[in-house]
């Protein structure tokens, strides 16, 4: 089974922190994604990226940067936390199209203080 | 622009009763439709997918959707309701197309009363 893991399960930082999330699938899929999922809202995506060195912005990425120097890990990069960034962070990977469905990691949850 | 709706934000069943949850996309072409399912405290988990063909489709744990071209709708079904299925359930839907992501609806939670 392809494996995504999220560096941290849960997570506390201090508004204005620089602060990195990271994830690694193991399938060698092309595709990886940054979801976050707050209540009654579902999951929206930030960024994804298709291919190494390559991204694209989602529907709310405003306060987030990416990075994917290898085609395994796929980092999410909060410039200054802000405490409307508390929430749940998803990160997924699916081979090309996503026809075959997205696997996704555990998912952090991050709080800012 | 893609969308998903979900127009029930939770449902109550009785254990062993029969279960609809309703989906609504918006989008030109035929996507790729797909349920996804969270249990508290876990990741997500797909249930089944829709890309052609039978428009009846078969997932796990006994679920089933159906796509409905002409209502723009891929509702998922389950005959007899378990405890277990207490969770929250989410449609989406992506484009046939390299380069694009899965789009969530906002999800639907279900409760399950004995």
């Known amino acids: 089974d392809v494996k995504v893991t999220q560096s941290s399960r849960y997570l506390v930082k201090r508004t204005g922190e620089k602060v990195f999330l990271e994830c690694v699938q193991d399938?060698?899929?092309?595709?990886m994604f940054w979801y976050r999922q707050d209540p009654g809202l579902g999951l929206r995506l930030i960024y994804f990226?298709?291919?190494?060195?390559?991204?694209e912005k989602g529907d709310i990425p405003e306060g987030y940067s990416v990075s994917r120097e290898k085609k395994e890990r796929f980092s999410l990069i909060l410039e200054s936390a802000s405490t409307n960034q508390t929430s749940m962070y998803l990160c997924a990977s699916s081979l090309t199209t996503g026809a075959d469905g997205y696997t996704f990691g555990s998912g952090t949850r991050l709080t800012v203080v | 622009a893609q969308s998903v709706t979900q127009p029930d934000i939770h449902i109550t069943v009785s254990e062993g009763a029969s279960l609809e949850l309703r989906c609504n996309y918006s989008y030109g072409a035929t996507p790729y439709l797909f349920w996804y399912v969270q249990s508290p405290g876990q990741g997500l988990q797909l249930l089944l997918k829709?890309?052609?063909?039978?428009?009846l489709v078969q997932g796990i744990k006994g679920f089933e959707a159906e796509f409905k071209r002409s209502q723009s709708s891929f509702n998922l079904r389950k005959p007899s309701v378990h405890w277990s299925d207490a969770a929250e359930y989410f449609c989406a839907v992506v484009a046939n197309q390299a380069g694009t992501a899965l789009i969530f609806g906002k999800g639907t939670t279900l409760s399950v009363s004995s």
């Open positions: 990226s298709y291919d190494v060195k390559m991204k």
């Open positions: 399938m060698d899929h092309e595709n």
């Open positions: 829709y890309f052609s063909g039978d428009t």
